[in-house]
């Protein structure tokens, strides 16, 4: 960070900037017809297999989520590593999806190769980078330069990627209505951002947290596990993810005060999932509700609420549901004196040394 510009001046402007992002990239791909003619190219009737690492196995996982809700087709999202490490693992047939913002990372570098060359499968790369290896070994890609970050964290690339993948599956499922909805997104979120902040904010500056739960289901999992990255990545704190109804089996025993307890409430399992919401709050801990209407359980249990107040469908809510934990992170980063644009330990993408 040179000596004039503010912690986080990139990470926080990334942020801001993704529902006009989204916005760029849906019309570009609009305007070439791309996904169109790549659904034609892509296989028919096998699972989809999504592949990605760090955000952008977590993107994977919300990516499979969607496809199989959109299209009615089976769909996985596994870690590059665990292709790399446990081949037999792969389910075949298939249609490989590999995700990764930089284009760089060595273990989907290795796994392009191996799917491409070794198993003559002909995969489909997702990517923000300009000119990578990446695209030059995928048979099939999605470019969205618009979409990089010069931070480390991935914000803004994460949420592109996803609606572009969540395009693909509407051009698949046939669904020209869901087109039409991410059309309208980036107009519906654009104005609730400084509520989100203001939430957020208040919550930070409210008390500091020992440790932080995301809790998910369905599509929002994958949300919950990649809010409790960015929380890990830019504020250096312990945060941890589960299905919502999965932390009833043991891991609700951490709850206290000093746990920030976030629920990334859907539709779907709403009732089910507002029930654990009320149970935890019974337990003690601090609870932030993430949800787009609210009703008398949420206001009496959660602490804090974000409402995104979207008049689009579940799915196409599912990109937007990660803002705030990027914004809890961002703040919390902030108060603890460290610069989200910096992460500890963290480059923006991770090359392994050939051996
Ligand atoms: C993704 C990634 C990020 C992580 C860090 C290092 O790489 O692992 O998830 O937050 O920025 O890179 P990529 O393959 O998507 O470029």
């Given at each position: 960070m040179n000596e004039n510009s503010a912690a986080g001046v990139n990470t926080i402007a990334e942020i801001l900037s993704e529902p006009a992002t989204w916005k760029s990239c849906l019309e570009a791909l609009d305007k070439t017809g791309e996904l169109k003619s790549l659904n034609e190219k892509l296989l028919k009737n096998v699972e989809y297999v999504f592949v990605g690492c760090g955000s952008s196995f977590y993107l994977a996982q919300a990516a499979a989520a969607s496809w199989s809700i959109l299209t009615g087709e089976k769909a996985r999202a596994i870690p590059a590593s665990e292709i790399m490490l446990?081949?037999?693992l792969f389910p075949l047939p298939c249609q490989p999806v590999l995700i990764s913002r930089?284009?760089?990372t060595s273990e989907v570098l290795q796994v392009a190769e191996y799917l491409e060359r070794k198993l003559k499968l002909r995969t489909l790369a997702i990517t923000?980078?300009?000119?990578?290896p990446f695209e030059k070994i995928a048979s099939h890609r999605i470019k969205l330069l618009a979409a990089d970050e010069k931070s480390t964290v991935m914000t803004r690339s994460f949420t592109s990627m996803l609606l572009a993948l969540q395009a693909l599956a509407a051009e698949r499922g046939q669904r020209e209505d869901f087109l039409k909805v991410l059309g309208a997104l980036p107009g519906q979120v654009a104005p609730r951002l400084n509520d989100m902040q203001v939430t957020v904010r208040s919550l930070v500056d409210s008390r500091a947290y020992a440790d932080y739960v995301f809790l998910g289901q369905g599509p929002f999992f994958g949300v919950a596990q990649e809010s409790m990255l960015k929380v890990k990545e830019m504020s250096c704190s312990y945060a941890q993810c589960f299905h919502t109804l999965e932390f009833r089996h043991g891991p609700k025993a951490i709850v206290s005060p000093e746990t920030l307890i976030t629920f990334i409430i859907s539709e779907t399992g709403f009732a089910a999932e507002v029930q654990v919401l009320e149970e935890i709050k019974k337990l003690g801990g601090t609870t932030l509700a993430i949800s787009n209407g609210s009703n008398s359980t949420i206001r009496r249990a959660a602490d804090y609420s974000v409402e995104?107040?979207?008049?689009?469908p579940e799915s196409a809510r599912v990109g937007a549901s990660v803002i705030p934990g990027q914004l809890l992170g961002f703040y919390t980063g902030i108060k603890k004196g460290l610069n989200p644009d910096e992460p500890r330990n963290l480059s923006r993408v991770v090359m392994l040394e050939t051996k």
């Open positions: 446990f081949p037999q930089s284009g760089y923000c980078g300009k000119d990578t995104l107040s979207l008049d689009v």
